[in-house]
């Protein structure tokens, strides 16, 4: 039986979102290039995976066509998998 559903809007239980800035810009980093911490907070935090990547395309940083966007985003699950399960943590004062 379910007692409680809690949703995770990042920032809430946990700070999550500057592993999904590592994530991308490990992709990012085969095609030589890397999003600016200031610039991801600005321009793409709240997109989707597949349109930051559609973005990244239309803005002439990624050369490759719309669709590669599916491996790229599955490629990044995996290293966001990764980076959460060896540097995620849950924000302090969290009960169980």
Do not use: W
């Not at 592993?19 to 935090?45: G, M, P, T, V, W």
């Not at 930051?52 to 066509?65: D, R």
């Amino acid at each position: 039986m379910v007692k409680a559903v809690i949703f995770d809007f990042d920032g809430v239980i946990a700070d999550s979102e500057i592993l999904h800035f590592r994530a991308f810009n490990e992709i990012l980093a085969q095609f030589d290039f890397q999003i600016d911490k200031s610039d991801y907070y600005l321009k793409y935090l709240g997109l989707t995976d597949k349109d930051c990547y559609k973005t990244l395309i239309q803005e002439g940083h990624l050369p490759v066509t719309e669709d590669r966007v599916p491996d790229l985003v599955a490629q990044k699950k995996v290293i966001y998998k990764q980076l959460a399960q060896s540097d995620g943590h849950i924000i302090d004062g969290v009960r169980p």
